[in-house]
C-alpha cells in the first residue's frame, strides 16, 4: 500500500479502498477495478473477519480470486481498524499486505506506543502500516476530536507510519447531518507529515468535497456503506418482485448490478484527479 498511495500522492489521486464482506462483494469489486485498470484496497473489518471465517480464510479467498479472475491491476488487501497488535500480527500473518492500527481511542502517547509496535513488526514483512489520530465517529463528528496538527507530526515522527488518517470531519456509517471537512487542516497535516493522509467515511461526502480533499493531501478514500445500501435496495426489490426465489446466489447476485454500478462511479470520481 505504501507503493500505491505515494505514486497517488505524487500524481495527486486518491486510491479507492473498498470494504469486503463475503466471496462475492470481492468478486464484484475486482472485476469492476480490472475493467477500469484502477489500482484497489479491499478492506477488511476484524467483524467481517469473524463473518466470513477467519484471517487466512479471508486472505486465501483473495488470492483466489485474483488467480481465478486473472486481476493483473495492484491489489492490497488491508486489515481496517485493527484494535491491536494481535489482530495486525494475524493479518500480517495470513498474509495481508497492509494494516491498519486504530489506537486513536487512547492518550496521544499510547497511540504512539502500539502503533510502533505494529510497525516494528510489520517492516520485518514488507507490509505497509495505516494508523489514526483524532477521533472519526459514527454519523457524525465533533469538532473537539479533530486531528492536532502539531501531534499529527510528533505521531508520524516517533512511528515511521506510511500512511495517516486524521479525524478532519468525516464519519463512518450513514451522516446524522452534513460532513464538516476541514481542508485547511487536511492540508496543513499533509505539509507537516509528508506522508499519504487516509479519508474514512467517503459515504456521503459530495463529489466535490472528495476531490478538493485530494487537492489537499488525501491518497485514500475509504467506501463501505454506500455499497452496502445499493446492494441491499436491490435484493430488497428482487425479493419483492420474485418471491418465490430461494436460491441464495441470485439473491446475493441480485445486488450485483447496483452495486457494480456504484463501485465504477466512484472509481471515475477519483480517477478523474488524474485527468
Known amino acids: 500500500m505504501k507503493e500505491m498511495l505515494n505514486t497517488a500522492k505524487r500524481e495527486k489521486y486518491a486510491v479507492p479502498h473498498f470494504n469486503i464482506n463475503n466471496l462475492e462483494w470481492t468478486k464484484f469489486i475486482l472485476q469492476v477495478a480490472e475493467e ?10 476484524e467483524s467481517a473477519i469473524q463473518y466470513m471465517g477467519g484471517y487466512v480464510t479471508v486472505s486465501k479467498t483473495v488470492e483466489g480470486l485474483l488467480s481465478d479472475l486473472k486481476i493483473t491491476i495492484p491489489v492490497v488487501l488491508h486489515l481496517d481498524h485493527g484494535h491491536d497488535l494481535i489482530s495486525c500480527k494475524k493479518a500480517i500473518d495470513a498474509g495481508f499486505t497492509s494494516v491498519m492500527i486504530d489506537a486513536s481511542k487512547k492518550a496521544l502517547e499510547e497511540n504512539i506506543k502500539e502503533t510502533k509496535e505494529v510497525v516494528l513488526y510489520a517492516e520485518e514483512k514488507n507490509v505497509s502500516v495505516e494508523a489514526e489520530i483524532g477521533h472519526i465517529g ?14 499529527c507530526q510528533k505521531f508520524v515522527l516517533e512511528t515511521k507510519v506510511d500512511a495517516l488518517a486524521p479525524a478532519l470531519g468525516s464519519a463512518h456509517g450513514l ?4 460532513p464538516h471537512l476541514d481542508f485547511i487542516r487536511m492540508k496543513e497535516i499533509a505539509e507537516i ?16 468535497d472528495l476531490q478538493n480533499s485530494i487537492q489537499n493531501g488525501i491518497c485514500k478514500i475509504n467506501i463501505n456503506t454506500e455499497l452496502q445500501v445499493v446492494w441491499a ?15 441464495p446466489r441470485k439473491i446475493i447476485a441480485s445486488g450485483e448490478k447496483a452495486m457494480k454500478e456504484m ?6 470520481v477519483l480517477k478523474n484527479q488524474k485527468q
Open 263 to 268: 463501485i465504477r462511479y466512484k472509481l471515475k
Open 233 to 247: 435496495q436491490a435484493v430488497r426489490t428482487y425479493l419483492t418482485e420474485n418471491e418465490t426465489v430461494y436460491d
Open 175 to 178: 451522516y446524522k447531518g452534513l
Open 193 to 208: 507529515t509528508g506522508i499519504p493522509l487516509v479519508l474514512h467515511g467517503g459515504t456521503g461526502i459530495a463529489d466535490s
Open 138 to 151: 459514527i454519523g457524525e463528528a465533533s469538532q473537539e476530536e479533530y486531528a492536532n496538527i502539531e501531534e
Open 36 to 45: 477500469e485498470r484502477a489500482p484497489v484496497i479491499l478492506g477488511v473489518s
